[in-house]
């Protein structure tokens, strides 16, 4: 990898941690297309997994960071919807492997499309909503977390892109929860798929020669973001609440959508 490429790595780490603490979205969105860019001619199944692994990393340290500002979630919510998470990355993990990338792709901008158009149309959350998970609301976020863990086993985005927009659907989700409560699944949903993916051999691409890999996983990007990632930690926890979650929910809406046709360009017009 050149200078360049390590620069760019280390920039994306930043913004990835970033857009991670203020809404919740793991950072694999960004992840995805940054590394479709910078390595054109690798396989997405190297990128998808290289970006979940990412993804994994950089939840499990705003979780332990969110601990220090005392949010409390509903930790039997938590352990069902990560269980509907796990068994969505799984199918969209094997699945990656069927699928032409053209596919994957479009799955992809597809997906980021949607999202963007029901976030930003999204009707106003209570921020003080006190309502309690019920059974219904339980099954409902199993099957939501199921779909955003396939969508994320096939394409890497890691699922809290697709997840904060539909969590924030949830009754019993206050806003300033739905960070936590998708970085704790990001965090469970990944291991599935990580360890699909370092048991799978492929040979190495010539554009990564020199670096660590593992089965799928470019452990050497990995490595490069995610440090940068944990530099960025502390100052992205204090971005948290600064922002009015009609303004965060605009913001993700929009992010979301340039994301995707930025994919779609670079796919079809390059």
Same mark, same amino acid.
Request: a positive charge.
């Given at each position: ?22 809404? =919740? @979205? #793991? !950072? /694999?969105?960004? $992840?995805? *297309?940054?590394?479709?860019? +910078? ?5 997405? &199944? %190297? ?108 394409? =890497? @985005? #890691? !699922? /809290?892109?697709? $997840?904060? *927009?539909?969590?924030?659907? +949830? ?5 300033? &929860? %739905? ?92």
């Amino acid at each position: 990898m050149t200078i360049t490429m390590i620069a760019v790595l280390i920039l994306s780490g930043i913004m990835t941690n970033i857009v991670s603490a203020l809404f =919740g @979205i #793991g !950072g /694999g969105v960004l $992840m995805v *297309p940054i590394l479709r860019t +910078l390595f054109p001619n690798i396989p997405m &199944q %190297i990128i998808a997994a290289t970006s979940l692994t990412i993804v994994m990393s950089t939840s499990l340290i705003n979780l332990i960071l969110f601990r220090h500002q005392h949010i409390n979630i509903n930790i039997k919510s938590m352990l069902l919807w990560s269980i509907g998470m796990i068994i969505g990355v799984q199918l969209g993990f094997e699945l990656s492997f069927i699928l032409a990338e053209t596919g994957i792709v479009s799955i992809f901008v597809v997906t980021l499309i949607l999202l963007a158009i029901k976030t930003f149309f999204s009707k106003k959350r209570n921020q003080e909503n006190t309502q309690k998970a019920d059974k219904k609301e339980y099954i409902t976020g199993m099957l939501v977390c199921a779909f955003g863990g396939f969508i994320a086993g096939i394409t =890497g @985005i #890691g !699922g /809290g892109s697709i $997840m904060a *927009p539909l969590v924030n659907q +949830l009754k019993s989700v206050q806003t300033k &929860q %739905i960070a936590v409560y998708t970085n704790y699944m990001m965090f469970i949903g990944g291991f599935g798929s990580l360890i699909g993916y370092i048991s799978r051999h492929i040979d190495l691409p010539k554009a990564l020669s020199g670096s660590w890999q593992i089965g799928y996983v470019n452990f050497t990007i990995v490595a490069i973001v995610v440090s940068a990632s944990f530099a960025m930690s502390f100052f992205s926890m204090k971005l948290r609440g600064k922002l009015s979650p009609q303004v965060t929910t605009r913001l993700l809406a929009w992010i979301l959508l340039m994301i995707a046709c930025y994919m779609a360009i670079l796919q079809w017009y390059n």
